[in-house]
């Protein structure tokens, strides 16, 4: 297996000398377990991420992605461990955590018989800001995802990209502190995930934190100066993109590497495959 | 095949069709052995129902009113043909059109070959089958008997090519998802129309019950294709006049049934599909209308009206919280109604208004299904909850209330006796509240998922949770109002009957208190639980 490639620096908690300023980490992540029967999701993982960074999850389908995030933003509880947002437990002080994240989950519905319109207005007021406020966000929001000229249409006629944008908005109303999408940019087209970079960059350069989660090794490396690397329910690297990446050309080889996949050759029984002969 | 020259002649598209129908029956049949068998089955059983309603009809011979009943049959299996595909959109592959717009095809020799097909089946055979009977039971003579051959053949053709018709006209909406939603919706219907058949059953069954048919038949008598049922007796009777208008009226709707089923096929395999139509079409637009932005205001504000307003917008636009409101609503009324003409009502029954919207408040968050994350993410104190909670359910009794009022008003106006009506009206608001009490509690405790495809209401594996929460849920719920019903069978023991109107403000008072007591015990349940919940909702 590949070593563990953690970064010095973030272990210290609290005092980051990455330019964080003494805030506390946008989440710290302590021996965090779920099982499902048999099958051991996560396996007591320990993360720190530092807020006012871009931060990628990266790993495999199956590598307990989803599971980490659903856990950490309080839609899964855990068999054991502790999570904090910003240094307010997730499980014991939900007032002080809820109000403070946005979340956008994978493979979880959203109202859909509501417009788009509807439901930005229904989640911003769920949140308790004030209506006109709602109104207010929501015009500008689906003016910066392109989405209003579908804005009274219902959710459930909305394509794979319209309803990621629609969950990135719902999800931003708030103007959360700490930003959760869970694989945001599957099944986007290229135009929609543009826009989606556009509005998360303009997000994070004001000091907040995104964390999101993704197998595309390339977007992940073009959007993210911190990632952190999960196989089989493990943490393999987290740190800052450079050292995690190393000595690698591309964090797709260095990730490779991590997951221990690196030296099987594809295709190496395929040999009759392709050429000339039948 | 492909290599033949072209100045061939082509097959005749009608030898094409019925083989190409033959092939498919044959391969679906040989996809799995039950399916052989359910086939074989429902041949069986449709031959049979064929063989014995026309034994049945022609045992009618002579039967004063078998000409309003061969009319009335005709009617009502016409009926059966024009909705048939409604709810079986995908019955029949090589009839659907759709499938074939590749394909260099003439409207006319289509129309033809699709006819055709459409006339091999057991369908048409049982048609077939009850024409012949209904034209046995009623001709009488020769002139009846020529004038039966055509008649019978009308029939068939004319049922045939309606189903067809429809069936293209609605092509678009039942592959859409407007069509799906309202298939979801279709249980609804053969549920009360099943209500409907049972009221109708008695009715029939009672003596001389024959005779209530003749004023509908003598209106049916007109409308095609039983109008050439009409014409046989016409013929029978030497009333040839109206025999031959009879006959005209069914060729005429044959006539004008083929012209739109050729129009709408035309149109259908030339214009673009629904793919294309979808970008274009103006789809869902919502643009809140005037009444509901009205609702909107008159909302109180902050999470309360915020989650009325979505759960009313779900109540009309969810197709599954729409088939169970409609249910509560509609069974709700018919249960008086139709105990009353069966002649064993009671204002008692009027409790059924209450009980079936008090049972609404059940599994609240299962009709969020997975969506219930955004609720979820936003309750973060038992404050939250209640408040989620109590929107919920003044969402209900915005409904519920007047609704109740109005059906133990009418149960009393119309059933009776008056003298009841304080008694049982305080009882149903007492458990109304109690119902969304105990509604509340199952909410957080027992949530299920309910598919939101297909017809049923509990997700494979949860229905013993339903059940605990609907079957324990009222029985709490009765035991809950059992102080109120104790005080009515004092007030009437202890003779004093005058101070009976105490139950209505007592029961309001009462239902108000203990679905306030509900909500209060529910909410830190629901608080603590809420990724529970959200794993149980999230299987459909």
């Given at each position: 297996m590949a070593g563990e490639r953690i970064a010095k620096h973030e272990q210290g908690g609290a005092a980051a000398p990455d330019g964080t300023g003494g805030r506390p980490p946008?989440?710290?992540?302590e021996g965090l377990w779920k099982r499902f029967g048999e099958q051991t999701a996560v396996h007591g993982i320990d993360l720190t991420l530092p807020a006012g960074h871009f931060i990628g999850l990266v790993g495999p389908n199956g590598a307990g992605k989803t599971t980490t995030l659903s856990m950490v933003t309080g839609l899964l509880r855990p068999d054991s461990g502790v999570v904090e947002i910003g240094g307010h437990d997730v499980w014991r002080d939900p007032v002080g955590v809820k109000s403070r994240i946005g979340v956008l989950p994978e493979g979880l519905r959203l109202f859909e018989r509501l417009s788009g319109r509807e439901l930005l207005g229904y989640t911003g007021r769920l949140r308790g800001l004030p209506g006109d406020e709602v109104d207010k966000r929501a015009d500008q929001l689906l003016d910066v995802l392109d989405l209003s000229g579908s804005q009274h249409?219902?959710?459930?006629?909305?394509?794979?990209?319209?309803?990621?944008?629609?969950?990135?908005?719902?999800?931003?109303?708030?103007?959360?502190?700490?930003?959760?999408?869970?694989?945001?940019?599957?099944?986007?087209?290229?135009?929609?995930?543009?826009?989606?970079?556009?509005?998360?960059?303009?997000?994070?350069?004001?000091?907040?934190?995104?964390?999101?989660?993704?197998?595309?090794?390339?977007?992940?490396?073009?959007?993210?100066?911190?990632?952190?690397?999960?196989?089989?329910?493990?943490?393999?690297?987290?740190?800052?993109?450079?050292?995690?990446?190393?000595?690698?050309?591309?964090?797709?080889k260095a990730f490779l590497e991590l997951v221990g996949a690196g030296a099987r050759g594809a295709g190496q029984n395929l040999d009759w495959l392709g050429g000339g002969a039948r | 095949m492909s290599t033949e020259p072209t100045t061939a002649a082509a097959p005749s598209p009608v030898a094409v069709f019925v083989r190409l129908k033959l092939t498919l029956m044959r391969n679906g049949l040989r996809r799995s052995p039950g399916r052989a068998a359910a086939f074989v089955i429902s041949l069986l059983a449709g031959?049979?129902?064929?063989?014995?309603?026309?034994?049945?009809?022609?045992?009618?011979?002579?039967?004063?009113?078998?000409?309003?009943?061969?009319?009335?049959?005709?009617?009502?299996?016409?009926?059966?043909?024009?909705?048939?595909?409604?709810?079986?959109?995908?019955?029949?592959?090589?009839?659907?059109?759709?499938?074939?717009?590749m394909l260099p095809l003439r409207p006319r020799p289509l129309t033809g070959a699709l006819l055709v097909t459409a006339l091999v089946g057991v369908g048409p055979i049982v048609t077939l089958?009850?024409?012949?009977?209904?034209?046995?039971?009623?001709?009488?003579?020769?002139?009846?008997?020529?004038?039966?051959?055509?008649?019978?053949?009308?029939?068939?053709?004319?049922?045939?090519?309606?189903?067809?018709?429809?069936?293209?006209?609605?092509?678009?909406?039942?592959?859409?998802?407007?069509?799906?939603?309202?298939?979801?919706?279709?249980?609804?219907?053969?549920?009360?129309?099943?209500?409907?058949?049972?009221?109708?059953?008695?009715?029939?069954?009672?003596?001389?019950?024959?005779?209530?048919?003749?004023?509908?038949?003598?209106?049916?008598?007109?409308v095609p294709p039983a109008s050439a049922i009409g014409a046989?007796?016409?013929?029978?009777?030497?009333?040839?006049?109206?025999?031959?208008?009879?006959?005209?009226?069914?060729?005429?709707?044959?006539?004008?049934?083929?012209?739109?089923?050729?129009?709408?096929?035309?149109?259908?395999m030339t214009a673009p599909d629904s793919s294309t139509l979808q970008a274009v079409e103006k789809g869902s637009g919502r643009r809140a209308g005037g009444a509901e932005r009205g609702l909107a205001r008159l909302l109180p504000g902050g999470r309360t009206g915020t989650v009325m307003l979505r759960s009313l917008r779900y109540a009309w636009r969810d197709p599954k919280a729409k088939m169970s409101w409609a249910?509560?609503?509609?069974?709700?009324?018919?249960?008086?109604?139709?105990?009353?003409?069966?002649?064993?009502?009671?204002?008692?029954?009027?409790?059924?208004?209450?009980?079936?919207?008090?049972?609404?408040?059940?599994?609240?968050?299962?009709?969020?299904?997975?969506?219930?994350?955004?609720?979820?993410?936003?309750?973060?104190?038992?404050?939250?909850?209640?408040?989620?909670?109590?929107?919920?359910?003044?969402?209900?009794?915005?409904?519920?209330?007047?609704?109740?009022?109005?059906?133990?008003?009418?149960?009393?106006?119309?059933?009776?006796?008056?003298?009841?009506?304080?008694?049982?009206?305080?009882?149903?608001?007492?458990?109304?509240?109690?119902?969304?009490?105990?509604?509340?509690?199952?909410?957080?405790?027992?949530?299920?998922?309910?598919?939101?495809?297909?017809?049923?209401?509990?997700?494979?594996?949860?229905?013993?949770?339903?059940w605990i929460s609907l079957f324990g849920g009222f029985l709490v719920a009765a035991v809950l109002t059992s102080p109120l019903v104790a005080v009515v069978v004092w007030l009437h023991v202890a003779g004093l009957t005058g101070l009976l109107w105490v139950l209505v403000p007592a029961g309001a008072l009462y239902g108000l208190g203990i679905a306030a007591l509900g909500l209060r015990v529910a909410a830190p349940r629901v608080a603590r639980r809420l990724p529970e919940i959200l794993v149980a909702v999230s299987k459909g």
């Open positions: 946008a989440v710290r992540i249409k219902l959710v459930v006629d909305y394509s794979t990209g319209m309803r990621k944008k629609i969950g990135l908005a719902a999800a931003l109303l708030h103007n959360p502190e700490v930003l959760f999408l869970d694989e945001p940019f599957e099944g986007v087209d290229p135009v929609s995930v543009q826009t989606i970079r556009g509005v998360l960059e303009r997000y994070t350069s004001s000091g907040a934190t995104v964390i999101f989660s993704s197998h595309v090794m390339e977007l992940v490396e073009s959007l993210c100066d911190w990632v952190a690397v999960m196989a089989a329910g493990r943490i393999r690297a987290q740190g800052p993109l450079a050292e995690v990446r190393g000595a690698a050309p591309s964090l797709q | 031959l049979l129902v064929a063989a014995l309603a026309l034994i049945g009809l022609v045992a009618l011979r002579g039967v004063p009113h078998a000409g309003a009943l061969a009319v009335l049959l005709t009617g009502i299996l016409t009926l059966g043909w024009a909705v048939m595909p409604l709810f079986f959109p995908s019955g029949d592959e090589t009839l659907d059109p759709t499938r074939l717009v089958a009850l024409a012949t009977g209904s034209v046995i039971a009623v001709a009488d003579g020769t002139a009846a008997a020529v004038v039966a051959v055509p008649a019978v053949a009308l029939v068939v053709l004319v049922c045939v090519v309606l189903a067809r018709a429809v069936a293209a006209a609605s092509v678009r909406l039942l592959t859409s998802r407007r069509g799906r939603d309202l298939a979801v919706l279709g249980g609804l219907l053969v549920a009360l129309g099943g209500q409907g058949v049972s009221i109708a059953a008695q009715r029939l069954g009672r003596p001389d019950g024959l005779s209530v048919l003749e004023p509908l038949a003598k209106v049916l008598r007109w046989v007796d016409d013929a029978g009777h030497g009333a040839y006049g109206r025999a031959a208008l009879g006959l005209g009226l069914a060729v005429l709707a044959l006539v004008l049934l083929l012209w739109w089923w050729r129009r709408t096929l035309t149109v259908l249910m509560a609503l509609g069974l709700g009324l018919l249960i008086p109604v139709v105990s009353s003409l069966q002649g064993n009502g009671t204002i008692y029954t009027a409790f059924s208004a209450s009980a079936l919207l008090g049972m609404q408040m059940y599994n609240q968050f299962g009709q969020d299904t997975s969506a219930f994350w955004m609720v979820a993410s936003t309750i973060a104190t038992p404050r939250d909850a209640y408040a989620e909670l109590r929107a919920r359910a003044l969402a209900l009794v915005l409904v519920a209330f007047p609704y109740v009022t109005l059906v133990v008003v009418g149960a009393a106006a119309f059933i009776g006796p008056w003298s009841r009506f304080l008694e049982v009206y305080g009882l149903s608001l007492g458990l109304l509240g109690a119902l969304l009490a105990t509604g509340a509690m199952g909410s957080a405790l027992f949530p299920y998922s309910i598919p939101s495809e297909g017809r049923q209401s509990v997700a494979p594996g949860q229905a013993a949770i339903a």
